[in-house]
């Protein structure tokens, strides 16, 4: 059992900067992928990001392309989302969450992809 940490959250201005950082338990993350969503008041969930190591890194909503990016520590316990150019759009609370890779590390924006997930952290981006 993974036990999935998000924090980096705050409030920040139009066209700010934020780092959102994930760890679980420690470990290295090298044998799983790994996901951000957000979920926005009153909306549904939905995939911002996420990578594998032998699948590389993908956004995954048009949104945040050229503004948003994964990456990771070279201890490969932590894994960040680099957050640019904020928008008031981006307001939500944003979640990482964990899986078992697929055949091809091919990550995948779907949520049943995702076994471990955290209790998100919360992103404020005042107009």
């Known amino acids: 059992q993974l036990q999935v940490v998000e924090s980096g959250g705050n409030v920040v201005p139009f066209g700010g900067s934020l780092r959102l950082s994930c760890d679980a338990s420690g470990v290295t993350l090298d044998p799983y992928v790994i996901g951000w969503f957000r979920q926005a008041e009153g909306k549904e969930r939905e995939a911002v990001a996420c990578?594998?190591?032998?699948?590389?890194?993908?956004s995954l909503t048009d949104s945040v392309k050229g503004r948003f990016t994964m990456s990771r520590d070279h201890n490969k316990i932590t894994v960040w989302l680099q957050m640019d150019n904020l928008k008031p759009d981006d307001t939500a609370r944003y979640y990482c969450?964990?899986?078992?890779?697929?055949?091809?590390?091919?990550?995948?924006?779907?949520?049943?992809?995702?076994?471990?997930w955290g209790l998100g952290t919360q992103v404020i981006v005042e107009s």
């Open positions: 990578m594998s190591v032998r699948g590389g890194s993908k």
């Open positions: 969450a964990i899986g078992e890779p697929a055949s091809d590390w091919i990550c995948s924006g779907a949520r049943d992809a995702y076994d471990f």
